[in-house]
């Protein structure tokens, strides 16, 4: 397990780079990201273990960064004061762009995969908000009237995007529909809602509380699979052909708010969580096992197992990522205890 | 941006979200509060003081009564809504009294009916007008003179909706929609008369300790003296429709008032009372009233509305109740006072069986049936009594509703912050 401290700064998001083996950057808060300022490190994996690159100092709190997919030393930060961020990594001191259209705080910026000359981001304001590197203003603005915690570009579509809201919803839209009263909005699945069915005695799954999610993620092997995961502790995954369904499958175990979720690169059933209870767990949502996801729907929600579980960080833990390169397993997690650890999942697993 | 206050409750909410309770409890800058509130005495129509008074000088003597208790300079009230029922050419009353009250002519105004809620509907108006930014600062008043503008009833409407099996029932007077009640749901007399005892024994207390004295500014009017025809200056300070000493058997002697519709359980007596009378409320976001240093008396949460069949009109608060209390994901337990109009002891006992309500939370100081029912104005008018009872007994959360005339329920949740 290979360390650093980002001292002063309390870790909130973490990502690997797409294009470098050894190269990661983490956005960071003073002050918990309450007031204060924000830092960018760019950090590299060496013989010598992790060592910074570079770093920026932002005037407020940075809460979630993307690398640039069409350029190898840029990455995207999302800043409390409202603006996102374009730093390079050759360049020193001030980023590159600044885009300032988001009234409120900024929590996710990602990157699309696919059309690579766009990114998106979502705020407090209530939206959420697509770019291109190359324009000063937005391309286009999706409202969600609520506070957007995470939104992401679907990695099997260039015109899909999702977001997730302290509402309990996660949206779904689609760019390809023409502009009309509903801005492009074309899934949106309660979050919080049971399976129609009545649910199994002693089954989890059923109608609870809407309470606030607080990420999400694309699986990158099933085009219509996606993972909640928020306040509720739960997490869930949701096939977006069928949204009156509920979940296919609701992973339980976190004491605390899950913030983070990341897919494995790798496999098509593994799932990574970092989460205020100071833990990240490594779950299956046991799509291996069950037959494919028509059949999950049909059974209702399957219950997910809980793989392995790492507990170095001594504060919430706030972001967590997937290397993409070289053998499966390895991935990176940030918390508010300033630590950085890159570590192996498959050594927590028994 | 956020100050760090907010950043910091909103992680503090993630880590433990509050329940349902606790988020009407918090206290956020768009909040729309209640900086001032106030009611008339509620008199009874034809007899009490008000039986000379029009609705434009009640209207008159509240509002000028708001502007000068509340410190708030008139020219930031931005918007007027009255509820009322009755009185015809109501939006020319209303403007006019809002500019004889001493408010600037920027002040406008405008009328809210829908029966029985009107009252709350004006809340609602202006609390809505606030929330979209359409104004900041606003005054919601109900307000009837039952003395002066007598209720007639249904119109003469088309045979298309004489003819509808459901839209014919709005020709039903109320006092058939009580008995249908009564015969649907097998509630006997002896069931309203307790009913009503105990709303007129819960007034006579209340009155008795003072406590209705915390609702009620005076109204300066006229009254005639019936035989001489004498015009004398009078000051109405208490309602007087409370009649002490009432018990379920005095009750009881009572004879029915519809004798023509079974099973006739409904009398003067376990009815609502025909009165005068008016109630306001001054409305704004709390950073306004932070930024204008006003007293925070309460926070408006939210109000709705349902309908249901009209011949069975009275039921509509066991429809509205549970409707405003699943938008905020409260449970009946989580309410400390239920202020439900008593339009009739047969709703009034059909809604609390129905809602299970625990008896000691619903009127604690009793309701339209010992105090009376001026239609515009009970609304609001519940909105004083309960935010007073609520401050007697450091309790927070109330929920007011009313059966609508026409087949509709309203409901509404209020936060006192005394």
Redesign the interface.
């Known amino acids: 397990m290979l360390h650093y401290r980002t001292q002063g700064y309390n870790g909130c998001a973490v990502k690997y780079s797409p294009f470098f083996d050894n190269r990661l950057a983490v956005a960071s808060s003073s002050n918990f990201g309450l007031v204060g300022n924000g830092r960018l490190h760019i950090l590299e994996l060496t013989a010598n273990g992790i060592q910074p690159l570079k770093w920026f100092t932002t005037q407020d709190s940075l809460y979630d960064l993307a690398w640039s997919e069409i350029h190898e030393n840029q990455v995207l930060a999302a800043s409390g004061d409202g603006s996102i961020k374009l730093f390079d990594c050759t360049a020193n001191d001030f980023p590159i762009s600044n885009w300032k259209e988001h009234a409120r705080e900024v929590f996710s910026v990602s990157w699309n995969p696919v059309a690579k000359d766009r990114f998106c981001s979502s705020s407090w304001d209530g939206t959420v908000r697509i770019w291109s590197p190359h324009r000063p203003q937005s391309l286009l603005t999706l409202p969600t009237h609520s506070c957007t915690y995470s939104a992401s570009f679907c990695p099997h579509s260039p015109d899909i995007i999702s977001c997730v809201t302290s509402d309990s919803y996660v949206r779904v839209f689609d760019l390809r529909t023409p502009a009309s009263a509903s801005n492009h909005l074309v899934t949106q699945i309660p979050i919080h809602a049971g399976p129609p069915a009545p649910a199994i005695p002693g089954q989890p799954g059923g109608p609870a509380p809407p309470a606030e999610a607080l990420t999400h993620d694309w699986n990158k092997y099933r085009p219509t699979v996606l993972a909640t995961a928020g306040v509720d502790r739960a997490i869930r995954t949701f096939d977006i052909r069928a949204p009156q369904q509920g979940p296919l499958s609701t992973m339980l175990g976190h004491e605390y708010a899950v913030r983070k979720l990341a897919w494995s690169p790798h496999l098509s059933n593994v799932l990574l969580s970092a989460s205020y209870d100071m833990t990240c767990r490594v779950w299956s949502d046991r799509s291996d096992v069950a037959g494919g996801d028509m059949d999950m729907m049909r059974a209702g929600p399957v219950v997910g197992a809980e793989l392995g579980r790492m507990g170095r960080h001594t504060e919430f833990v706030t972001g967590v990522d997937w290397c993409l390169f070289g053998s499966e397993g390895w991935c990176a997690s940030v918390g508010w205890d300033e630590n950085l650890y890159v570590w192996d999942v498959r050594a927590t697993m028994s | 941006?956020?100050s760090?206050q907010q950043?910091?409750n909103?992680?503090a909410?993630?880590?433990a979200?509050g329940s349902?309770r606790q988020k009407i409890l918090a206290k956020n800058p768009d909040d729309v509060v209640i900086t001032y509130l106030a009611r008339t005495p509620l008199t009874k129509a034809r007899k009490g003081g008000l039986k000379d008074t029009t609705v434009d000088d009640l209207l008159i003597s509240l509002l000028t009564t708001v502007r000068e208790k509340s410190n708030l300079d008139p020219n930031l009230v931005e918007d007027v809504c009255v509820g009322n029922v009755l009185c015809p050419g109501s939006a020319y009353v209303a403007r006019s009294a809002v500019l004889a009250a001493g408010y600037p002519v920027t002040a406008a105004a405008s009328i809210a009916n829908r029966f029985c809620s009107s009252g709350l509907l004006a809340v609602q108006n202006i609390a809505n007008q606030i929330i979209a930014g359409s104004i900041d600062v606003g005054v919601a008043v109900g307000a009837e003179s039952m003395s002066k503008n007598a209720d007639g009833g249904a119109p003469e409407m088309s045979e298309r909706i004489t003819k509808h099996p459901i839209a014919s029932q709005n020709s039903q007077p109320m006092g058939q929609t009580s008995e249908n009640v009564a015969n649907q749901f097998n509630i006997s007399r002896e069931q309203h008369d307790r009913f009503a005892a105990n709303s007129f024994q819960k007034a006579e207390r209340a009155q008795k300790a003072g406590w209705l004295e915390d609702e009620i500014v005076p109204v300066r009017t006229q009254i005639k003296d019936p035989k001489t025809g004498e015009v004398k200056d009078i000051v109405v300070v208490r309602d007087d429709g409370i009649r002490y000493g009432t018990t379920p058997e005095s009750l009881g002697k009572v004879r029915a008032a519809f004798p023509q519709w079974a099973p006739s359980a409904t009398t003067g007596g376990n009815a609502s009372q025909i009165t005068d009378g008016a109630a306001a409320l001054v409305l704004m976001k709390r950073s306004r009233a932070q930024q204008l240093g006003q007293p925070i008396v309460a926070k408006f949460c939210g109000a709705t509305v349902s309908g249901l069949e009209p011949r069975i009109m009275g039921i509509g608060p066991s429809l509205a109740i549970p409707k405003i209390l699943s938008k905020f994901?409260l449970s009946k337990d989580d309410i400390d006072i239920f202020e439900i109009n008593e339009a009739f002891s047969s709703m009034g006992v059909y809604c609390v069986n129905k809602l299970g309500l625990d008896e000691s939370k619903v009127n604690p100081r009793g309701g339209a049936i010992a105090f009376g029912h001026p239609l515009g104005a009970t609304g609001a008018r519940q909105v004083v009594t309960a935010l007073s009872e609520l401050r007697r007994q450091d309790k927070r959360v109330a929920v007011t509703s009313m059966c609508v005339g026409t087949g509709m329920g309203m409901a509404g949740i209020f936060v006192s912050e005394h």
């Open positions: 941006m956020s760090p950043r910091l909103s992680v909410n993630q880590l979200p349902a994901n």
